[in-house]
């Protein structure tokens, strides 16, 4: 795999009792064994499901080739901070990514990009991969700010000396998260090539809002767009699976 392979992750957010959850992974599982390894689907498949789900989700996929990251971290290793979970916590936990400043997380939790630069710090340390979350809201867009906006949050929450080629960078338009509403092509297009001007050859930018079936592939056929982070879609076997299969 070259060092863009596309990326198409499922964010199952605060989705997933034991019983279903592992019934979706299973379902995942077995088809990537199925298309003897995640390869034959010209991308690299990725599930993020809740803290609660990790470990068992991670034996439940093991040999699959579909790797697994949790949806935000604390910035410290341990100690005294009821109800967080570690990078390292993860890592142990068979997590390879995580998610890091989805705007679930500034916007409902306030966080603020020093407080994602700590995370994405304690992500690096812990041997994470880190997805960098940024995007604009509509008004935002609206008033032409759209690609200022996010120029500030890469620059806010990317911590000094960590390589830029290892990131992954997901553009996540907040008004098309979870609305329904997807951004147009060539808004899609000149953000990505925006990002790519202050990241690196390497480093894979993904699009994520609204993804679904009937408009991955046209999303992942866009210069620059080097896989999907998928929030609804990724909730049903059928339609993660058909959306991976656009990245062929
Ligand atoms: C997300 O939560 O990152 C997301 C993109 O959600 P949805 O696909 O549902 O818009």
Known sequence: MNDRTKLVAGNWKMNGLRADGLALAGELAERARAAKGVQALHCELLICP?????????ETIAGSGIALGGQ?????????FTGD???????????AYVILGHSERRHGHGETDAEIRDKLAAAVRAGLKPILCVGETHQQR??????????A?????????VARDGLIVAYEPVWAIGSGLSCKPENIAQMHAAIRADMAPA???????????????????????DGALIG????????FWAIARSCG
């Not at 979970?85 to 997590?95: I, Q």
């Not at 699009?207 to 866009?222: Q, R």
């Open 232 to 239: 609804g879609a990724s909730l049903d076997a059928d339609s």
């Open 85 to 95: 979970v570690s990078a390292e916590m993860l890592a142990d936990s068979g997590c």
């Open 142 to 151: 609206q008033s032409g700010h759209a690609i200022a906006v996010v120029a």
């Open 203 to 225: 480093t894979r930018i993904l699009y994520g809002g609204s993804v679904n079936p009937t408009n991955a592939a046209g999303i992942l056929a866009l210069t620059d767009v």
């Open 72 to 80: 935000d971290c604390h910035a410290a290793p341990k100690g005294a």
């Open 50 to 58: 809740p803290a609660t789900l990790l470990s068992p989700v991670h």
């Open 153 to 161: 949050q890469l620059t806010g929450s990317i911590p000094d000396g």
